[in-house]
């Protein structure tokens, strides 16, 4: 099928403002030119060190000096991180996100490859979307895209999508995230066939007949509040089912943005059978619990939603003893008005993709140590997804963070490139931003 008039925002979306290292004559292939970081620590060292990237690859350390030269500023070092899971918005929805928005926070917060989701306006069902995407992320030089495509067409649960031709186009994984896979059937039908095809399938687990209406997570707040409940069973139930599917055919499953102590013991347990289970754990339900739903505020709502603190505490304890194995952000972005609605009516999602490391280093930075919180964020995702581990070695991809563990900056959404400009973070002080991003040898964020 020809790459038809899709519904894609401009290329001036977002605020029009590409990263600097395209402005060298507007040349496609600009990773030619040779890129020098200089002052700059590995993680865990003292020494100040310099790096050369030249041709979109590392090409060594402590070199002489040619090219552009950036001054990193006693800044760590790190190959830049990994995002599984972020809601872009196109096609179809650039009044929440846009590529250009989207890709640009995802630098600014230290990512060098993102998987969208395929939850858009049409669904990313078509193999000419997937390549319509690809083809667009290329062109604004920020992060890397991998985009996600539906497990089911329409997202719809009934029909398997065309999964051979959406691999064979460049899609990255097969979910229906932001919707259930409610038909076991379909599921196993679609494991069974990514399988074969080397692919992975990630699923939001929840029973939608469990949830039902639930806008918040079920028990004492929800009560309190009045509102209709979210229970943890909605999770646990379908992390159960899901796993006896993998048990059964041997297929390889991914469950994504785990909430609930529960179903994070089915997975260890399910680890613990051999069985091909991964997971992720976001940010948001490491940091806040249902208790900030008594603000009324939509700001916090989510699906899966903010659980309990012994939830969140349950969590950590599976990303330091290795049941957790990534961190993913779900950045969910949705206009000012939708989130200023009830919660009743406001959509779900909270979208901070440009403060997931420092939010990760402030809070459990201590706990995690710099290494594991890298790894959870940059190797771990890469791993899930059967890709090559990012490394700063010579000859690997130069996709490079330069992070500022130290300096205290508050959260201010007036300066996010993201287009959603509020977060729960707001005012917070938080260190470990990124200071610089290199994408394919080229400069994707820089802060000002
Ligand atoms: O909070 C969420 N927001 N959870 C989802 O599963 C979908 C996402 C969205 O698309 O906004
Ligand atoms: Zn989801």
Redesign the pocket.
Known sequence: MPPPSLPFASSAAGQGEGPKSQSFGGIEGTEMTQLTITNIKRPGSDQPESITVEHGVIKGWNLPHEGEVIDGQGGTLAPALTEL?AHLREPGQTEKEDLASGLAAAAAGGYGTVVS?PNTSPVVDDPAIVRALIEKAEGLGFARLKPAAALTKGQKGEQLAELAFLKDAGAAMFTD??RTNENARVLRLGLEYAHSLGMVISV?AEDATLRADGVINEGPVSEALGLPGNPAAAEAARVARDIEIVAQTGARLHV??LSTARALDLVREAKKRGLPVTCEVCPHHLTLTDEALRSFDAIYKV?PPLRTQADAQHLLAGLLDGTVDCLAT?HAPHTRAEKERDLLDAPFGIAYIELAFPLMWTRFGEQLGLEKLLDLMTQAPARVMGWPEPTLEAGTPADLVVLDLQTQRTVNPAEFKSKARFSPWAGEMLRGWPTLTVVNGRVAYRRE
Do not use: E, S
């Open positions: 899971h989701m995230d932001g939001h994504q943005h699906a779900d």
